[in-house]
């Protein structure tokens, strides 16, 4: 079992940047993979970022390309998202997922991780 919890998440102006930290308990495979996903009230649960762990490739929602930044931590077993130029529609619930082995495909489908933080609020105002 692997517990996750984010950190990070409050209120700041539109313009304005925050990071969320994911700390886990332990990696969960050597093929370990983090994800952020967020939803906002009346949505669905939406893709946002994610790092292979061993390889710290990324991926990104086009609609955060270019402001998000998604990385290793310094922390052992802990991942960033830093969020520059924040916009009120990204205000959302934000959360952590881990699995231990995804495909590609599958990197931005919130269904396929095995396991889930408890999220972090992240409100924009304009």
């Known amino acids: 079992q692997v517990q996750l919890e984010e950190s990070g998440g409050g209120l700041v102006q539109a313009g304005g940047s925050l990071t969320l930290t994911c700390a886990a308990s332990?990696?969960?495979?050597?093929?370990?993979?983090v994800g952020w996903f967020r939803q906002a009230p009346g949505k669905e649960r939406e893709f946002v970022a994610a790092?292979?762990?061993?390889?710290?490739?990324?991926y990104y929602a086009d609609s955060v390309k270019g402001r998000f930044t998604i990385s290793r931590g310094n922390a052992e077993n802990t991942v960033d998202l830093q969020m520059n130029s924040l916009k009120p529609e990204d205000t959302a619930v934000y959360y952590c997922a881990a699995d231990g082995s995804l495909i590609q495909s599958s990197i931005s489908r919130p269904e396929a991780y095995d396991y889930w933080g408890q999220g972090t609020q992240v409100t924009v105002s304009s």
């Open positions: 332990r990696r969960t495979s050597n093929r370990h993979v």
């Open positions: 790092i292979k762990w061993s390889s710290r490739h990324t």
